[in-house]
């Protein structure tokens, strides 16, 4: 089984751009502060930022897997549910 945890920051699409720079040069500022690298080494996390272009179609395609594996898991429910009532 791989499994992967991810979190990420987003916005409206109204924001307005220098509060997307603010918000951008934080986050780029944090994952090259030591203290952040290390407990992401003690996690066994590996830092990622993409850009919003990429990040944006990321996140709609991490979400079909999801919804296929939801499903599935809500079939197999049922059908235990199922064979619990016999």
Same mark, same amino acid.
């Given at each position: 089984?791989? *499994?992967?945890?991810? !979190?990420?920051l987003g916005g409206l699409? !109204? @924001?307005? +751009?220098? *509060?997307? &720079?603010?918000?951008?040069? !934080?986050? &780029? /500022?944090?994952?090259?502060?030591?203290?952040?690298?290390?407990? *992401?080494?003690? @996690?066994?996390?590996?830092? !990622? #930022?993409? %850009? +919003?272009?990429? #990040?944006? %179609?990321?996140?709609?395609?991490?979400?079909?897997? *999801? /919804?296929?594996?939801? %499903?599935?898991? &809500?079939?197999?429910?049922?059908?235990?549910?199922? /064979? &619990?009532?016999?």
């Amino acid at each position: 089984m791989d *499994l992967s945890f991810w !979190a990420g920051l987003g916005g409206l699409p !109204a @924001t307005p +751009g220098k *509060l997307v &720079k603010i918000m951008d040069n !934080a986050v &780029k /500022e944090d994952l090259n502060d030591p203290d952040v690298i290390s407990k *992401l080494d003690q @996690t066994e996390g590996v830092p !990622a #930022y993409p %850009t +919003g272009e990429v #990040y944006g %179609t990321f996140v709609p395609n991490e979400r079909i897997p *999801l /919804e296929k594996c939801l %499903t599935g898991l &809500k079939k197999d429910q049922a059908r235990r549910g199922q /064979e &619990k009532n016999r």
